[in-house]
């Protein structure tokens, strides 16, 4: 049976006070659900998100962490420090980090394996830029950022990995790939993942469409039999438009 996740990812948006009432809300609408949600606010709302949320069926994570174990990184938060506040999940590779941070695969690989260590999910995201996407070759730039972005990584069962597809030229600009699009990448994505990890461990594996989805869209794109949920931006910044994606999710 597929286990649909809808993870909320808000970047670099809301402060803590709103959060907390946010969050409240959140709490006291949500229908009962069979899916899976996750929020993955900024750094400071994480306190407001244990609170809030411990106990309850929302799972909350970071939207970041370091590669680093410990040390004079200053900055930097750590998979230990997330692992304390009930962390369940933190993005490793967006490409925002990428493009705007230079970060590498053989860093997002490092960064998902500390996540592994403190018994975190890391939600690996991969993708390609519209250049790469109109001269054909969207699968091998994709699977070879997959394979290079999970260089060393172990995930101990399929639920300690998931990953995410975010066509890169489709975040933030209200253009999406087709459901159809979605699909042909995502069955790519877990092809490569049953040649690295086996057939059984793949078929399990949680993979995500992100990339402008919203109510609108994402019936469709659940209707694809490869993709496990939506890991979504602005949509999940709405209470009522995170919730309508819940109710879809269902």
């Known amino acids: 049976m597929r286990r649909v996740l809808v993870a909320g990812n808000w970047k670099?948006?809301?402060?803590?006070?709103?959060?907390?009432?946010?969050?409240?809300?959140?709490?006291?609408?949500?229908?009962?659900?069979?899916?899976?949600?996750a929020l993955l606010p900024a750094y400071p709302m994480l306190p407001a998100a244990k609170e809030v949320f411990s106990g309850s069926q929302v799972a909350y994570g970071a939207q970041d962490v370091s590669a680093h174990r410990e040390g004079a990184y200053t900055g930097e938060?750590?998979?230990?420090?997330?692992?304390?506040?009930?962390?369940?999940?933190a993005i490793v590779g967006h490409s925002e980090r990428r493009r705007y941070h230079g970060e590498t695969d053989a860093l997002v690989a490092e960064k998902a394996r500390r996540l592994l260590e403190e018994g975190l999910t890391p939600i690996l995201c991969v993708g390609e830029p519209l250049a790469v996407r109109e001269k054909g070759e969207a699968v091998p730039y994709t699977l070879a950022q997959l394979q290079g972005s999970l260089e060393g990584v172990e995930p101990p069962s399929p639920d300690a990995l998931v990953i995410a597809y975010e066509p890169v030229w489709a975040i933030g600009t209200g253009k999406n790939a087709t459901p159809e699009d979605a699909e042909a990448m995502h069955r790519a994505i877990r092809q490569a993942l049953a040649e690295r990890y086996g057939e059984g461990f793949a078929?399990?594996?949680?993979?995500?469409?992100?990339?402008?989805?919203?109510?609108?869209n994402f019936a469709q794109l659940l209707s694809m039999p490869n993709v496990d949920g939506g890991l979504v931006g602005g949509a999940s910044l709405e209470l009522e438009s995170f919730l309508a994606l819940l109710r879809l999710a269902g």
Not at 12 to 32: C, I, N
Not at 79 to 89: E, P, Q
Not at 204 to 216: A, C, D, M
């Open 203 to 216: 078929m399990r594996v949680r993979i995500l469409y992100g990339g402008s989805v919203n109510p609108t």
């Open 77 to 89: 938060v750590s998979a230990r420090m997330l692992a304390d506040l009930g962390c369940r999940y």
């Open 12 to 37: 670099m948006h809301k402060v803590p006070s709103e959060a907390r009432v946010w969050f409240a809300e959140l709490k006291r609408l949500l229908p009962p659900l069979q899916s899976e949600v």
